[in-house]
């Protein structure tokens, strides 16, 4: 009998998707190679015990299998080449990647050399772990990213009134009575700042058991379509709104602050400041009634236990830190902040396990200034918004040579034409990416990286904003590509070639950054040494063995006992559970986790109270409505500015329209499917339109992250779908002054009907 032909052999890996802050747990089912069948992905499900997640999934998970198979990533470095790029080898590519930025330093000096950090890296722990380690190498202070364009003011807000700069209120979302959302848009971004998979679900649920949903949006978004209440507001007024909730708040005897009073200062002040945002006097400048604003505050007050939430809205506008600190604010006064169904503070597991650690009252803010416009430095970066005139000059000091990783600021960063220019003048750039795209083709060397089927993970920033403490360990599915490296190899490498130095003593010095500070007197391990510490570490990688030193010595770890040490947690532990530990519900943490000089909450830092003569200016000039504002929106089966080469996600009905409503369409003589040309001081650009009844008269909405039609670029799926590129019409002289983050909501626009 002829032998049967060997079956394929099929495996499930479990591990999540870290393509958005959700992290859902997905089983990736793998057809295993041999001597003639290549290793392939066969499909993806959601893993239905993932103890976060429970099987949920949306379709970008699916997009993971096609980001592994796309003919247009990159799997070998590029070098430019005349007008296009020609192959190299590692060896080649790293050499004079490094001595080109090296070159570069020695003649004008480290902070000649700017670096831009794009969002995939915070999904990416060896990035995360092995980032500083080139920074430090490169010795540059002109540190861009993606940060600036998102959650700045957040960070400069919680710094100011907590200590520490990611120490954001999460709400806690499942125990929640009444949640309050202003400026996010959950049910399609799957939340942001709040790592909780299946949001439609988990909204629903709310409602299921009696709570309330309460949507402040400028459109009538997928999440405010699920909401009891949905109310519009002017773009860039969030600040006013929640000033005046807070009036009402002090006006009626509302304020109630519970275990929060001994241990909150700043209450008298902040009453001061809301005197003059009475409900009347904001409701011109909100758009909202005056009696909707006072329902509002009196019904947030009289829920048993009720969150605020504001996102990407209230962030990346002209008073993005303002209406940060006013979201938490009206969190304490109603005894909200870190009590279980308010907003709480996630413990995860890689945390330092002694909560005595790390310095009080640093507010590491201006430090140092940017060049041209004396933009302030926070936690060691420089706006984004000034790198173009950073690099354009005036003087001899200006930046020469870039380095992007995971970053495509030409769609992502406000007035793209002028940061396209400046890119196209630089002395050197090298992006490490996987993609040949609109901001890569400037580069003189690109360095192609894995994708995150072909490596592991650990959730190393999003754990930090979880609803409820949970980790868990992502192997890598399937075998790299050949020769690709993951972005921290090509980091060290880097690092250690810019300085003359080998990979491996840069990882030995890196490791024994992070064991000196979870072992020895004053930790959670005072009895062991690094050394010690080192040679019982698990893990195949770098990054592998500083998390495993992190975890043993965290909140739950092991401590680095034998046997596990009553089920503590490790590396190895880690990796024997599949579908993730779930570490239990949040629970309160103040005053404990407070760095504060004063080790209070500080309700009323003086760099926000005088930020408050701003908003104050503003509301006195009652600036008339000016005819259009722009603003941004997500889609579901995208993200941010790129898997747009993947087919599975970009099929379908175009998503780069401009939306418009009713009213002003008509006025305008304008109709679903003609074309506008949209203007603003900075550029213009011509979107189809699409007419809706979901959107507030005045405002129009573009989503950012398209405009996929730069020449050179290799992105042929995208490329038939180009879009435009929304950036061309933010503005970046426009900022929240106070953090440096870019508006990117409520940029004054032209319209005006444009020949199809
Ligand atoms: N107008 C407007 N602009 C916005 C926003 C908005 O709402 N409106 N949102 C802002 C926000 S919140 C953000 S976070 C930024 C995002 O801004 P960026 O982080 O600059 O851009 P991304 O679109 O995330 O692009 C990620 C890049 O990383 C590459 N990449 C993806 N995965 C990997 C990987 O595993 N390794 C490596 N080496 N490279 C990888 C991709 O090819 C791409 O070039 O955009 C901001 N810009
Ligand atoms: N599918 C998908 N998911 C994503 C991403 C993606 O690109 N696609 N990107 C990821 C990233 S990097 C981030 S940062 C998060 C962002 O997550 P979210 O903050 O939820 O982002 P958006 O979906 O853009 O929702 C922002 C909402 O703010 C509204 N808005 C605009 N201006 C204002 C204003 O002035 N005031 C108020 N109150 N509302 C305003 C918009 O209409 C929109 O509905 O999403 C993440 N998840
Ligand atoms: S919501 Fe979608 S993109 Fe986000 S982690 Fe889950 S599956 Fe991935
Ligand atoms: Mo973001």
Known sequence: MPAAPALARHEIVHRSCPLCEAHCGIAVEVERGDAERAERVVTIRGDEADALSRGYLCPKAYGLKGLLEDPDRLRRPLRRRGAGFEEVGWEEALEEAAARLGAVREAYGPDSIATYLGNPNAHDFGSGLLMPVFLRALGTRWRFSATSVDQLPKMVSSCLLFGPPLAFPIPDLDRTDFLLVLGANPVASNGSLMTAPDMP???RRLRERGGRLVVVDPRRSETAA????HLFIRPGADAFLLFALVHVLFAEGRVALGRLAEITRGVEEVRALAEPFSPEAVEPVTGIPAHEIRALARDFAAAPRAACYGRIGTCTQEFGTLASWLVDVVNVLTGNLDREGGVMFPLPAHAPGDPSRGRRGRVPYARWRSRVRGLPEFAGELPVAALAEEIEGPGDARVRALVTVAGNPVLSTPNAARLERALASLDFMVSVDLYLNETTRHADLILPTTTPLERANYDLVFHGFSVRNHAKWSPPAVAPAKELRDTWEVLVELAARVNGTRAEAVGELALRAVLEAAVGPGTTCPQLGPDEAAARLDGETLPERMLDAMLRTGPYGDRFQEGGGDGGLSLRALQAAEHGVDLGALRPRLPELLRTASGAVELAPALLVEDTARLRAALAERREAR?????GRRHLRSNNSWMHNVHAL??????????????????L?????????????????????????????GV?????????DA?????????????????????????????GNAVLNGIPVEISPAAA
């Open 201 to 203: 679900g988990r909204l």
């Open 226 to 229: 699920l909401a009891d209440r």
């Open 627 to 631: 005819p259009f504002v722009l603003i």
């Open 650 to 667: 970009a099929k379908g009905r175009e998503r780069c329209t401009l939306l418009m409503a009713e009213a002003d369409a008509a006025r």
């Open 669 to 697: 003589g304008l109709a679903t499917g003609d074309s506008a040309r949209v203007r603003s001081r900075v550029g213009e650009l011509v979107a189809p339109v699409e007419v809706t009844a979901d959107l507030m008269p």
């Open 700 to 708: 129009v909405s573009l989503p950012h992250g398209f405009g996929h």
């Open 711 to 739: 020449a050179g670029a290799r992105l042929r799926v995208a490329a038939e779908k180009p879009g435009v590129n929304s950036n061309l019409l933010t503005d970046e002289l426009a900022l929240d002054v106070l953090s």
